[in-house]
């Protein structure tokens, strides 16, 4: 089993940066790839970004490549998700994911290929 908790959110104005965390329990996290996804009301949970277990691959949704950066820390038992240039929307609820390290990379954008979910972290972002 893997509990995942998101932290790092809040209010920000349009430009500025924010750093999510993702902090694992289950000692078994390492083996799992990491992602991150979002959600505004009234729409479909969306793709951010994923690392892999190694932490060699990293892919980005194009609305956020340049801005944001994912990473992880095995000793940590977490994914971190650096937000940079934050644009208004940008905003929405922020859900760390596991998946498992048999997904393969092509399928690591499908939030239906993620076995467990964070509780989600919200960030606004101001005009």
């Known amino acids: 089993q893997v509990q995942l908790v998101e932290t790092g959110g809040g209010l920000v104005q349009a430009g500025g940066s924010l750093r999510l965390s993702c902090a694992a329990s289950g000692r078994f996290f390492s083996r799992y790839n990491g992602g991150w996804f979002r959600q505004v009301p009234g729409k479909e949970r969306d793709f951010v970004a994923v690392i892999r277990a190694s932490g060699g691959t990293t892919i980005y949704a194009d609305s956020v490549k340049g801005r944001f950066t994912i990473s992880r820390d095995k000793d940590k038992n977490t994914v971190y998700l650096q937000l940079n240039n934050l644009k208004p929307e940008d905003t929405a609820v922020y859900y760390c994911?596991?998946?498992?390290?048999?997904?393969?990379?092509?399928?690591?954008?499908?939030?239906?290929?993620?076995?467990?979910w964070g509780q989600g972290t919200q960030v606004t972002v101001s005009a």
């Open positions: 994911a596991a998946s498992s390290p048999s997904t393969i990379l092509s399928s690591l954008r499908d939030l239906d290929r993620y076995d467990y």
